[in-house]
Each structure stands twice: as structure tokens, then as C-alpha cells.
């Protein structure tokens, strides 16, 4: 897990310094992901392939805005996987996935506070 979780270089530029808004921007990603995930889980659990590739299309473009970079792998493999049919490992990447999201409500969390002071 040396990679880092969430490439703060790269979302700082994208945002022009604006850690304030970075936060807020934190925020909503954080919200928009659980209304997704829970979309995905739906998805995957009823075979919806179709549906499974929009979450995971949408999920990649919000986690690239952030530069979420491992989280956006993730997404691309779960998006390819519906692409070709094959729901074997879908289950397992949606878990890479929670793993990754869990990691970037930490580093939001701690991003906050030292914004704080």
C-alpha cells in the first residue's frame, strides 16, 4: 500500500490551491460514493451488467476529479469487467473498491483537520 490514496499534488493543481474548496469537494465525493456503492452493490447482486458498467463509469470520473488514482483503477477494472460480460470478480473488485474508499475518508478526514489548524 504504497501508493498513495489520494495524489494531493495533482487534485491541488486541478483546484488551483483551493484547499477549502478541496474540502468541501471531499465532502461530496464522500456522499455521492455511498449513494453509488450502494447502486453498485444492487447492480452486481442482481446481475445487471449494464447498470454495473454506468456506477462504475460515473465512480471512476468522480474518483479521477479527486485524483484518487488506486480508487480509479479499481473503477476502470469493475467498468472493463461489465464491458466484456464477466461478472466472475466483480464482487472482489467492489471490495478493493470499499477498501480504497475507507482510505480516502481517512486521508479527507485528516486533510480537514489540518486545514483546521
Known amino acids: 500500500m504504497s501508493e498513495e490514496i489520494i495524489d ?5 493543481e486541478r483546484v488551483q490551491d483551493d484547499k477549502e474548496l478541496l474540502a468541501e469537494l471531499f465532502d461530496i465525493y464522500e456522499e455521492d460514493f455511498i449513494v453509488k456503492r450502494k447502486a453498485l452493490g444492487e ?12 456506477i462504475a463509469h460515473s465512480m471512476k470520473g468522480s474518483s479521477g476529479n479527486i485524483s484518487a488514482k488506486p480508487l480509479h483503477a479499481a473503477c476502470l477494472k469493475l467498468e472493463m469487467l461489465a464491458k466484456e460480460g464477466k461478472t466472475d470478480g466483480m464482487a472482489e473488485v467492489a471490495s478493493d473498491i470499499d477498501g480504497y474508499f475507507e482510505r480516502i475518508k481517512i486521508f479527507a ?5 489540518d486545514l483546521a489548524g
Do not use: G, M, T, Y
Request: proline share 0%; no cysteine.
Open 8 to 12: 494531493l499534488k495533482d487534485v491541488l
Open 109 to 113: 478526514a485528516n486533510f480537514k483537520k
Open 43 to 54: 447492480a452486481i447482486a442482481a446481475n445487471d451488467i449494464a447498470k454495473v458498467k454506468e
